[in-house]
């Protein structure tokens, strides 16, 4: 694998490359500080790594005894004892004494990709164990988030004597009362952060609960459903329930759900989730799942999927029921077996995410004026909140995240009712707690609802207090947000150029993925490279190509960066040297493969040499 050398580093402080003030106001920075660039070379010499995945190692904080097992994450070394989980030994129990008295068991979900996953492997394994349970997923406009009293009704009137919530009902205390009342078991698996009061419910297996001492706060719901599932296998197995008539589920063979529902609820791809989503990929890649390989066929998606593809081109199908459509479309989609009928559905949810995204388009052009209105000229205020009678509460999520990466602040989008009610959606930046500050907000009486995590948070409240709600979150978030936006930094794992960026060097770099929220995709820089073509296509993406000094080229793109500074910044230096910093992807096309360079940012470099380090 061809990669320039390193220069030791003299000055932790320099900016790598020497850029100060990119194109988009950053600081690059060398992701390894001196004693992880030790480190690496240390993994050089002992694993005989190649150099840059050396790097790309260290700077994810890996030890150099445990190079080995980074490199190939199981399941069984990384599985923990279920019953470390508070309740989880009552929630097995259960499960399968329900299984064993064959009860009518209903499932009630979340509309959104964690919760279609989460439905869908209780499901399947609930039927492999000879029942066949009810499974809700409320509408998101009528119902809105978790249990509520009419639907629990409605599944303790189809008879199901246990019911089990899953991506939800840490916080429906009411509801599950309700079912309580009304003679069923209750059951929640969820892992959204608690309120002050926790549910009356026979078990509540979340370990981001206080009194949870797992340590396994960070898997999304998918993941904790197939922790339980392995508790229940092992409790059945131990009762004598599988037999060669009914054989035990192999829950290694369900992986593609656990991977999809994990990716896309942005968990942390670190410990055990990331040997659930190495190994779900590797299921996915087989194609032997009616439902995921309609999905993958939808999206056009013929190579092997990557943890990426998870979250831009499969998740938002599925979302798109939820969101615009059907709530249960996805989970129907996942437990389908007729490859007629997955392709039907899988059909229709491609058509309803084409629809979502025109909606989305709409509504993103309004709230950007408006966010844009609201800063004013001097750029000031630390977070944003808009709001429109015209939105759709589905997309409010989706626009929320668009303004939040377009100002680099926390951003609310909500949807105004008729009533006057408004439902919204908010997205925070690294460092900013936003699930905490609504939750506060909920406690102080501003919010009707709200709740969430440090990244994500959902609110409802009435019109005549958005403005009241707008500077609360300004008082509670303004010294979060100042320093994390004073720390605009992009930190870059190496240098190469242009001749080293073949397919064999991302494969190698692929070694130390899958990549993700906790596990950052790897950054490399292109020094001194010139931009000798540049053209605008599809929706505000910009087409690229670099030159570099021995006449070696790579293919490049820019996504959604017209009108925006990085979009400014390379049409206006067409034919001139730049640094490049970007991400790496293998493009697969009628049987050949090429690398792609995603660009993330650009600087125009010093009049002296650069420095590669």
Same mark, same amino acid.
């Given at each position: 694998?061809?990669?320039?050398? &390193?220069? %030791?580093?003299?000055?932790?402080?320099?900016?790598?490359?020497?850029?100060?003030?990119?194109? !988009?106001?950053?600081?690059?920075?060398?992701?390894?500080?001196?004693?992880? &660039?030790?480190?690496?070379?240390?993994?050089?010499?002992?694993?005989?790594?190649?150099?840059?995945?050396?790097?790309?190692?260290?700077?994810?904080?890996?030890?150099?005894?445990?190079?080995?097992?980074?490199?190939?994450?199981?399941?069984?070394?990384?599985?923990?004892?279920?019953?470390? #989980?508070?309740?989880?030994?009552?929630?097995?129990?259960?499960?399968?004494?329900?299984?064993?008295?064959?009860?009518?068991?209903?499932?009630?979900?979340?509309?959104?990709?964690?919760?279609? !996953?989460?439905?869908?492997?209780?499901?399947?394994?609930?039927?492999?164990? *000879?029942?066949? @349970?009810?499974?809700?997923?409320?509408?998101?406009?009528?119902?809105?988030?978790?249990?509520?009293?009419?639907?629990?009704?409605?599944?303790?009137?189809?008879?199901?004597?246990? $019911?089990?919530?899953?991506?939800?009902?840490? &916080?429906?205390?009411?509801?599950?009362?309700?079912?309580?009342?009304?003679?069923?078991?209750?059951?929640?698996?969820?892992?959204?952060?608690?309120?002050?009061?926790?549910?009356?419910?026979?078990?509540?297996?979340?370990?981001?609960?206080?009194?949870?001492?797992?340590?396994?706060?960070?898997?999304?719901?998918?993941?904790?459903?197939?922790?339980?599932?392995?508790?229940?296998?092992?409790? $059945?197995?131990?009762?004598?329930?599988? !037999?060669?008539?009914?054989?035990?589920?192999?829950?290694?063979?369900?992986?593609? /759900?656990?991977?999809?529902?994990?990716?896309?609820?942005?968990?942390?791809?670190?410990?055990?989730?990331?040997?659930?989503?190495?190994?779900?990929?590797?299921?996915?890649?087989?194609?032997?799942?009616?439902?995921?390989?309609?999905?993958?066929?939808?999206?056009?998606?013929?190579? @092997? %999927?990557?943890?990426?593809?998870?979250?831009?081109?499969?998740? @938002?199908?599925?979302?798109?029921?939820?969101?615009?459509?059907?709530?249960?479309?996805?989970?129907?989609?996942?437990?389908?077996?007729?490859?007629?009928?997955?392709?039907?559905?899988?059909?229709?949810?491609?058509?309803?995410?084409?629809?979502?995204?025109?909606?989305?388009?709409?509504?993103?052009?309004?709230?950007?004026?408006?966010? $844009?209105?609201?800063?004013?000229?001097?750029?000031?205020?630390?977070?944003?909140?808009?709001?429109?009678?015209?939105?759709?509460?589905?997309?409010?999520?989706?626009?929320?995240?668009?303004?939040?990466?377009?100002?680099?602040?926390?951003?609310?989008?909500?949807?105004?009712?008729?009533?006057?009610?408004?439902? +919204?959606?908010?997205?925070?930046?690294?460092?900013?707690?936003?699930?905490?500050?609504?939750?506060?907000?909920?406690?102080?009486?501003?919010?009707?609802?709200?709740?969430?995590?440090?990244?994500?948070? *959902?609110?409802?409240?009435?019109?005549?207090?958005?403005?009241?709600?707008?500077?609360?979150?300004?008082?509670?978030?303004?010294?979060?947000?100042?320093?994390?936006?004073?720390?605009?930094?992009?930190?870059?794992? +190496?240098?190469?150029?242009?001749?080293?960026?073949?397919?064999?060097?991302?494969?190698?770099?692929?070694?130390?993925? %899958?990549?993700?929220?906790?596990?950052?995709?790897?950054?490399?820089?292109?020094?001194?490279?010139?931009?000798?073509?540049?053209?605008?296509? +599809?929706?505000? /993406?910009?087409?690229?190509?670099?030159?570099? *000094?021995?006449?070696? &080229?790579?293919?490049?793109?820019?996504?959604?960066?017209?009108?925006?500074?990085?979009?400014? +910044?390379?049409?206006?230096?067409? *034919?001139? $040297?730049?640094?490049?910093?970007?991400?790496?992807?293998?493009?697969?096309?009628?049987?050949?493969?090429?690398?792609?360079?995603?660009?993330?940012?650009?600087?125009?470099?010093? %009049?002296?040499?650069? #420095?590669?380090?």
């Amino acid at each position: 694998m061809t990669a320039t050398a &390193t220069i %030791p580093v003299l000055d932790d402080r320099m900016p790598f490359l020497g850029v100060a003030n990119s194109v !988009t106001g950053k600081v690059w920075r060398d992701r390894l500080d001196a004693r992880a &660039t030790s480190r690496a070379l240390a993994m050089v010499q002992r694993y005989q790594l190649p150099e840059m995945l050396a790097r790309v190692l260290a700077g994810r904080g890996v030890e150099l005894d445990a190079v080995e097992s980074f490199l190939d994450p199981t399941i069984r070394m990384l599985m923990p004892d279920p019953f470390k #989980l508070t309740d989880m030994e009552a929630a097995t129990t259960r499960i399968a004494d329900a299984a064993q008295r064959r009860e009518r068991i209903a499932i009630f979900g979340d509309y959104d990709v964690d919760g279609a !996953t989460s439905a869908a492997l209780l499901a399947w394994h609930l039927r492999h164990a *000879g029942l066949d @349970p009810l499974i809700h997923i409320p509408d998101r406009i009528f119902e809105g988030y978790g249990p509520n009293v009419d639907a629990v009704r409605a599944l303790a009137a189809k008879g199901a004597t246990l $019911l089990i919530t899953v991506d939800c009902g840490t &916080t429906s205390i009411e509801p599950l009362a309700e079912a309580k009342r009304l003679g069923m078991d209750v059951l929640v698996i969820d892992h959204h952060q608690c309120g002050d009061e926790l549910p009356a419910v026979d078990a509540l297996v979340n370990p981001n609960r206080p009194d949870d001492l797992s340590g396994l706060g960070q898997l999304a719901a998918v993941g904790l459903v197939f922790v339980t599932l392995v508790a229940v296998n092992r409790e $059945l197995r131990q009762r004598g329930f599988w !037999t060669m008539e009914r054989p035990e589920p192999d829950l290694l063979g369900a992986l593609h /759900h656990v991977a999809l529902g994990t990716v896309a609820d942005v968990a942390p791809l670190v410990g055990l989730n990331r040997a659930l989503v190495a190994k779900g990929l590797i299921a996915m890649r087989r194609r032997d799942h009616v439902g995921h390989t309609a999905l993958m066929d939808i999206a056009r998606l013929s190579g @092997p %999927p990557e943890a990426w593809h998870l979250g831009f081109l499969l998740g @938002p199908r599925i979302n798109a029921g939820g969101r615009i459509g059907r709530a249960d479309l996805g989970v129907r989609l996942l437990l389908e077996d007729d490859p007629t009928e997955a392709a039907r559905i899988a059909t229709e949810l491609d058509r309803l995410n084409t629809e979502r995204r025109l909606i989305e388009q709409a509504a993103e052009a309004q709230a950007e004026a408006e966010a $844009l209105a609201a800063l004013g000229a001097e750029d000031k205020g630390s977070v944003i909140v808009t709001a429109s009678e015209g939105w759709h509460p589905g997309i409010v999520g989706l626009v929320a995240s668009r303004l939040k990466d377009k100002f680099f602040r926390p951003s609310f989008v909500v949807a105004l009712e008729p009533g006057g009610i408004g439902t +919204g959606s908010g997205r925070s930046i690294a460092g900013v707690d936003l699930g905490k500050a609504v939750r506060r907000a909920v406690h102080d009486g501003l919010l009707m609802k709200g709740g969430g995590h440090a990244m994500a948070a *959902g609110v409802t409240l009435k019109k005549e207090r958005l403005g009241e709600f707008r500077a609360y979150m300004e008082d509670a978030l303004a010294d979060s947000v100042a320093k994390s936006r004073n720390a605009d930094e992009l930190f870059v794992d +190496g240098a190469v150029t242009a001749r080293a960026l073949t397919p064999e060097f991302v494969k190698t770099l692929e070694r130390a993925g %899958p990549f993700g929220s906790g596990n950052a995709e790897p950054l490399i820089a292109l020094p001194a490279h010139q931009l000798v073509h540049a053209e605008e296509v +599809g929706q505000a /993406h910009l087409r690229l190509r670099f030159k570099a *000094g021995d006449g070696a &080229t790579i293919n490049a793109i820019a996504f959604r960066s017209v009108g925006q500074a990085l979009g400014r +910044g390379l049409t206006e230096n067409r *034919g001139q $040297l730049l640094h490049v910093a970007g991400y790496l992807a293998i493009d697969r096309w009628q049987g050949a493969e090429r690398v792609q360079f995603r660009v993330a940012d650009i600087a125009v470099p010093d %009049p002296g040499p650069a #420095l590669i380090r």
